[in-house]
Antibody
Framework: ELQLVESGGGLVQPGGSLRLSCAAS????????MTWVRKAPGKGLEWVSV???????YYADSVKGRFTISGDSSKNTMYLQMSSLRTDDTAVYYC??????????????WGQGTLVTVSS | DIVMTQSPESLAVSLGERATINCRSS????????????LAWYQQKPGQPPKLIIY???TRESGVPDRFSGSGSGTDFTLTISSLQAEDVAVYYC?????????FGGGTKVEV
């Protein structure tokens, strides 16, 4: 069974940093296109970043230059390194993938999410 | 960026009645080389992650009840719930995957 489990969320001050993890089971992270999507309180879903199996990475303009997505094959885990955090980064962060290993960026496998709160 | 606009923002439907949600993209998400619309629909309930219900604009995800259907092409799309059940109360989002940045609609809250 495919499963994604996020961790690493928490309370951080504005300007601070945090690293989110997304541990995968039932498939190989390096073989799939993996993404981060967030949902801020009272708002809709917002795409954050994607990493392709070939290693290409793409970011939303709102996080470009501040967030870095990466993968570790040895741990079968994807990461989101977040720096220069702002209050409007406060959200539940979900990792997701296409379980069939498709290159098409719709997502049928999601983690339960991890809450990031940026506040002083 | 491709902007996704959903309407209405919220919708109250009686049990057993039809619910219709619209999604419009600021540019076509129909890819001419494969004739596919790069459009997905998700359902999200409070405290849960999104759940994929439709992809390629009209292909129902495995296990999704057939009361859910998707239609449309190019820039205009519709998600229809033919006979609303209590468990369908949720927020529904469209998403284009034609190009990055991936973009979602603002969401439509479906209530009874």
């Amino acid at each position: 069974e495919l499963q994604l489990v996020e961790s690493g969320g928490g309370l951080v001050q504005p300007g601070g940093s945090l690293r989110l993890s997304c541990a995968a089971s039932g498939f190989t992270v390096s073989s799939n296109y993996m993404t981060w999507v967030r949902k801020a309180p009272g708002k809709g879903l917002e795409w954050v970043s994607v990493i392709y199996s070939a290693g290409n990475t793409y970011y939303a303009d709102s996080v470009k230059g501040r967030f870095t997505i990466s993968g570790d094959s040895s741990k079968n885990t994807m990461y989101l390194q977040m720096s220069s955090l702002r209050t409007d980064d406060t959200a539940v962060y979900y990792c997701a993938t296409n379980s069939g290993g498709s290159a098409y960026l719709f997502f049928d496998c999601w983690g339960q999410g991890t809450l990031v709160t940026v506040s002083s | 960026d491709i902007v996704m606009t959903q309407s209405p923002e919220s919708l109250a439907v009686s049990l057993g009645e039809r619910a219709t949600i619209n999604c419009r993209s600021s540019q076509s998400v129909l890819y001419s080389s494969d004739n596919n619309n790069y459009l997905a629909w998700y359902q999200q309930k409070p405290g849960q992650p999104p759940k994929l219900i439709i992809y390629w604009a009209s292909t129902r995800e495995s296990g999704v009840p057939d009361r859910f259907s998707g239609s449309g092409s190019g820039t205009d799309f519709t998600l229809t719930i033919s006979s609303l059940q209590a468990e369908d109360v949720a927020v529904y989002y469209c998403q284009q995957y034609y190009r990055t940045p991936l973009t979602f609609g603002g969401g439509t809250k479906v209530e009874v």
